[in-house]
């Protein structure tokens, strides 16, 4: 074989001497830094196959049958939906001019269905819950119309994505 032009080489290595490759801010980087900003007994969010699919607010419904308006408000959560689980959090001030986060809980995604509803208190709900038992895993409230379709539009193909790789893994004999 024929070896590089010298020259060439020269130059490639004084351009990389110069200015050295560095990597940049990839999925579990980022995760890392919220993670770093999360207070509680949180799962591990970090992880190569986890990527953040969206952060938003909205609020967490205690009571779906309450008359008080105030209440559509009242519980305001930072929900951060990842392609394979939703964790739920609460904002709690913030530190260093980072926001800090308490956990509130996280499930995965798997065998997860979503129920849009209304009420004259909550006018855009979404409802999770796991179709192995109908356990009703976060009830929540958006904003506008605009904001429950955009979340719920993420997270119903999250969800699918989930059951998809779960019924290959199935198919491939990898899980029973």
């Keep these: 074989g024929h070896d590089f032009d ?14 050295p490759f560095s990597s940049g801010l990839d999925h579990v980087a980022q995760t890392n830094l919220l993670q770093a900003n999360l207070t509680g007994k949180a799962p591990q969010l970090a992880e190569s196959h986890r990527r953040l699919v969206c952060l938003c607010r909205l609020a967490e419904v205690l009571d779906i049958n309450t008359k008080k308006d105030i209440e559509s408000q009242n ?3 930072d929900i951060w939906l990842f392609n394979d689980m939703m964790v739920m959090t609460k904002a709690a001030g913030k530190s260093n001019g980072n926001h800090i986060y308490n956990y509130r809980e996280s ?3 798997r065998g997860m269905e979503v129920t849009l509803f209304h009420t004259p208190v909550f006018k855009y709900g979404i409802q999770v ?3 192995t038992d109908a356990a009703v895993l976060a009830t929540l409230n958006a904003d506008s119309e605009q904001d429950r379709y955009k979340f719920v539009m993420d997270l119903l193909e999250s969800i699918f994505e989930m059951d998809l790789m779960e019924r290959a893994f199935r198919e491939a004999n990898l899980i029973k």
């Excluded at 010298?6 to 001497?17: D, E, F, N, Q």
């Design 6 to 19: 010298h020259k060439l080489l020269k130059s490639v290595y004084k351009g990389i001497k110069k200015h």
């Design 75 to 77: 519980h305001p959560r």
């Design 107 to 109: 499930f995965p995604l």
């Design 129 to 131: 819950t796991r179709k």
